[in-house]
């Protein structure tokens, strides 16, 4: 696992009660990938879709027992495939900012290639 692309702090960024799609397309690798933000928040209390490989993809990134995301959100791994079979992985942190307003920034996508 290594760290594919970082992202700045405000780049990838969703706030449930301001954008008018909850859906982007981000290309990686000479591939698409849909990210459907609505899916990442649904796993917020979960920690994303991952549930095994969670507390690996924590140490790999250096994040403590406690640790936020970097921009203060709950931390969220969401595993994601490619338009051509790659698979990966979307860090992001999750922030409920008010009762159901949720605000999602994607940090890094993390993959094997």
Known sequence: MK?????LKNEFVFDSTKSNSNKVKININCEIIDIDYNS???TQFS???IKDE????????NLGIYSKSPC??????????????GKYILFSGVKEASNSHYIV???KILGNG
């Open 54 to 61: 969670f507390e690996d993809l924590k140490s790999f990134l």
């Open 3 to 7: 760290v594919i692309c970082e992202y």
């Open 72 to 85: 203060g959100g709950f931390i969220n791994f969401y595993s994601i495939t490619g338009s051509c079979g």
């Open 47 to 49: 920690g994303g879709n």
């Open 40 to 42: 990442i928040i649904n």
């Open 105 to 107: 920034t994607i940090h």
